[in-house]
């Protein structure tokens, strides 16, 4: 990918993360903690049934789809897409009718599943034919709408179901542009393509959704236990750190991964081995001094951004989110990518099925006694020792190398930012000048890891390996 079109892409997605923040600080304060709550138990069945369903395919596309026939393969896609969207509707009716759930909830779920599996198959489609143009104007709409049409849903109906719907139209219009850049292309489905995206796409199902049931585990004992309520505190807190996280280590991870797997093909082991220990400096920094950072200054930053009513039930939970999602960023943007230069594809499933069971299993002990408290070191334990499991097992299968170096070095300096914080706070009494104080040490020791490792430059120093 050239290097302006990775630029456009991160700039894009920078924004998007933006946008999305945006949205959850709007919609919380206009929703209150139960229509919010009642909102993301809605979104997290959604994205276990899209788990299920289509997500695989969009990365089958992306693993087989040829240049020379895009006619069969976009085709192909679409016919999939359509046939598993039917099963997702036969499957809900069945639900509905067996008295499982509601109908308004269903639908709900269903309509956000369909918008989501197409705007992701058209933005795969755009992405994957080489027009970051289009791809890059899908997430910036789908930020925009998402805002306008929620905020008008919340405004004239304020229930959950009337935001789901809105962010489903948001989807399907942020969505338009792909449909123009493929409109010419004529259907034509073709068997052997089809027979491709299957052959390939099909053990992704069952991973795709075992990760989504991790992702949503802790929120659905949440809301058995403690009802909608508490889940809406708990899901916006965590949504919002945890898009943070992601933000930095999607970026990272397009930057370097990718130029390390293409040294790797090529059998350059040495240039593949440099740019995954510049991967894994700059992860390191994203997970310690994100997770400083909000240790720090996370209490601000979240009653700033949501208000009284979701900061007060979940002040006590952002340090263990902090330190989940750490790890989070450690597992899913360095040690897991050890899949890609190895044959050991299955690996993602059977960490997911271990992230699922240790989630499920404290959250089951935990919440009932600890509330949302339980629910979060649920997931922090899990984001743990799966972060763990990759590490150990890594070695087996290809050593994604670890930076010792940097492993002390940006250990010890985050270490150092959060002891200084600890220092200013006993020291310095009146609240401005210790903000300033604790923004300046933080600053000053991020600056320090950025420095020395170079930090800021790894992408374009992965960039000119590549070449």
């Known amino acids: 990918m050239k290097q302006d079109n990775i630029v456009l892409f991160l700039a894009a997605r920078g924004l998007s993360a933006a946008g999305n923040l945006v949205a959850l600080a709007i919609f919380s304060r206009m929703a209150g903690p139960v229509t919010y709550g009642e909102y993301l138990l809605i979104f997290a069945w959604t994205v276990i049934v899209y788990g299920f369903s289509t997500q695989w395919m969009r990365f089958a596309f992306f693993g087989v789809y040829r240049h020379q026939a895009p006619a069969d393969y976009i085709s192909s896609y679409g016919v999939l897409l359509g046939a598993a969207l039917v099963g997702v509707a036969v499957v809900l009716t069945g639900i509905w009718l067996a008295g499982i759930a509601g109908f308004n909830f269903l639908t709900a779920v269903f309509v956000l599943v369909v918008s989501m599996a197409g705007y992701e198959a058209l933005l795969e489609i755009s992405r994957t034919r080489l027009q970051p143009g289009v791809v890059a104007m899908h997430m910036l709409l789908r930020a925009g709408f998402v805002i306008a049409f929620g905020a008008a849903a919340l ?27 493929i409109r010419d292309i004529e259907f034509a ?17 069952i991973s795709f959704g075992v990760m989504a049931v991790g992702q949503s585990v802790d929120r659905l004992v949440l809301a058995h236990f403690g009802g909608a309520g508490a889940l809406g505190p708990y899901g916006v807190v965590a949504d919002l750190l945890r898009q943070a996280f992601m933000v930095v280590g999607e970026s990272i991870t397009m930057a370097l991964v990718t130029v390390a797997k293409q040294h790797a093909n090529a ?17 390191l920094a994203t997970a310690t001094f994100g997770a400083v950072f909000f240790l720090i200054f996370g209490d601000m930053v ?13 002040r006590a ?15 899913s943007f360095y040690f897991a990518q050890v899949i890609y230069f190895s044959t050991a594809s299955h690996l993602e499933l059977v960490v997911s099925l271990m992230f699922v069971a240790i989630s499920a299993a404290l959250a089951t002990l935990l919440v009932p006694f600890e509330g949302a408290k339980g629910a979060a070191i649920a997931l922090m334990v ?10 150990v097992v890594r070695r087996r ?3 994604m190398p670890v930076d010792r170096s940097g492993l002390f ?6 270490l150092f930012a959060l002891l200084a914080d600890y220092a200013v706070e006993h020291v310095v009494t009146a609240p401005v000048a210790a903000l300033i104080a604790k923004a300046v040490v933080f600053a000053a020791f991020g600056g320090l890891a950025i420095f020395r490792f170079d930090l800021l430059s790894l992408s374009r120093s992965g960039r000119k390996m590549a070449h």
């Open 155 to 181: 405004w004239f109906q304020g229930t959950a179901v009337s935001l789901a719907v809105a962010v489903a139209v948001a989807h399907c219009c942020a969505a338009v542009p792909g449909y123009f850049a």
């Open 189 to 205: 489905p073709n068997t052997r393509a089809m027979r491709g995206l299957i052959i390939y796409g099909w053990p992704l199902l």
């Open 267 to 283: 059998g350059e082991m040495e240039a593949a081995d440099r740019v995954l220990r510049n991967t894994f400096n700059a992860c």
């Open 302 to 314: 979240v009653h700033l951004l949501v208000g009284e009513e979701f900061y007060e039930p979940s």
């Open 317 to 331: 939970l952002i340090p263990i989110f902090a330190i989940a999602f750490g790890f989070m960023t450690m597992r």
């Open 382 to 391: 899990a984001h743990i020792v799966t972060c763990l499991a990759f590490v």
């Open 397 to 399: 299968y290809y050593p």
């Open 409 to 414: 070095t940006i250990s010890i300096l985050a």
